[in-house]
């Protein structure tokens, strides 16, 4: 079955640390990757995709993300945490192509601390 | 264009009650899809549309859901009768091919 695994419900980093946030999917076919945001009370915001092009995705607010297939990963990363980065961040993919049928991962909640 | 726009943004109603769930796409986005999102269960796709036609409804969770397109700038969402099993915050997207975008949600509370 397709599914998206994201390691770790909590993240806490300190301001200015590194914020690397773990995503794991499994498909037979070539997937989209997606990294979205949401905010307290707030719908979801895209941060990046990967649509088979390049496989270091880069994305707003200084995200990135990379694809690596022998991996089956595509970790989302920040070199430097801000505290407006708090917020929930979710893993996704579409294995129809587009944005076809979205499956979720289950989202890390990423704190940062003074 | 001001977005994906879902109303109400705050529903509460007793069980047993029928509840109907709005959502204004983005013009132009073919593709519109309603999620429900929980505590327990994270974000669960129930429904999606593809030109106003339903594509797959397999996320819905029982026969008390129901989903409408009647055109391309409106959708519904209606669960009747209501239990509080299914407070959730429920979201609606939009997409084309290349971008998917989000309403703000309608958190419904079914007391």
């Known amino acids: 079955a397709q599914s998206v695994t994201q390691l770790g419900s909590h993240v806490s980093v300190s301001e200015g640390a590194l914020v690397l946030l773990r995503c794991n999917y499994s498909s037979s076919v070539p997937p989209y990757l997606f990294w979205y945001v949401q905010y307290p009370n707030q719908g979801l915001q895209l941060l990046l995709k990967?649509?088979?092009?390049?496989?270091l995705v880069k994305g707003i607010n200084g995200f990135e993300a990379e694809f690596k297939k022998s991996e089956t990963s595509f970790h989302l990363t920040k070199p430097s945490a801000h505290m407006s980065d708090a917020a929930e961040y979710f893993c996704?993919?579409?294995?129809?192509?587009?944005?076809?049928?979205?499956?979720f991962g289950a989202g890390t909640r990423l704190a940062v601390h003074p | 264009d001001a977005g994906v726009i879902q109303s109400p943004r705050h529903e509460v109603t007793e069980m047993g009650q029928e509840v109907t769930l709005r959502c204004k796409p983005i013009?132009?986005?073919?593709?519109l899809f309603w999620y429900r999102q929980t505590m327990m269960r994270g974000l669960e796709l129930l429904i999606y549309?593809?030109?106003?036609?339903?594509?797959?409804d397999s996320g819905m969770p029982e026969d008390r859901f129901s989903a409408k397109m009647p055109n391309a700038s409106f959708s519904t969402l209606k669960i009747q009768p209501s239990e509080p099993r299914d407070s959730a915050v429920y979201f609606c997207?939009?997409?084309?091919?290349?971008?998917?975008?989000f309403g703000q949600g309608t958190r419904l509370t079914v007391v």
């Open positions: 996704a993919v579409s294995f129809s192509g587009g944005y076809n049928k979205l499956i």
């Open positions: 990967y649509t088979s092009a390049a496989t």
């Open positions: 997207a939009a997409s084309s091919r290349t971008e998917a975008f």
């Open positions: 013009s132009g986005h073919d593709y």
């Open positions: 549309f593809n030109n106003n036609v339903p594509i797959d």
